[in-house]
């Protein structure tokens, strides 16, 4: 699955194009590469988020085409 979709069916961004533009812009990584939109996920894969002066770090658990609301947070664990 693309990154970006990745990122909003799980609901970490809530918004593909906001996931576009921090992938464009080098503030996503996937296990310690920066990584375009376009970047396949795979389970266990870590992804690191850079926000201002937060990060987010997560670890893949499991890839679906679409996701409830209330199921998204079983799609990744947060790792520190």
């Known amino acids: 699955m693309r990154l970006d979709k990745y990122l909003k069916v799980s609901r970490i961004i809530k918004r593909r194009t906001v996931a576009n533009d921090a992938c464009d812009a080098g503030r996503v990584t996937v296990n ?3 990584a375009k939109a376009g970047t396949e996920v795979k ?3 870590v ?3 850079k926000f201002g002066n937060n990060t987010t770090k997560v670890e893949v658990l499991a890839i679906s085409e679409t996701q409830k609301k ?6 990744y664990k ?3």
Request: hydrophobic fraction near 45%; charged fraction near 30%; charge should be negative.
């Open 32 to 34: 310690g590469k920066v």
């Open 47 to 49: 992804i690191e988020i």
């Open 43 to 45: 389970i266990g894969d």
């Open 70 to 75: 209330e199921e998204a947070a079983s799609m």
């Open 78 to 80: 947060s790792v520190q």
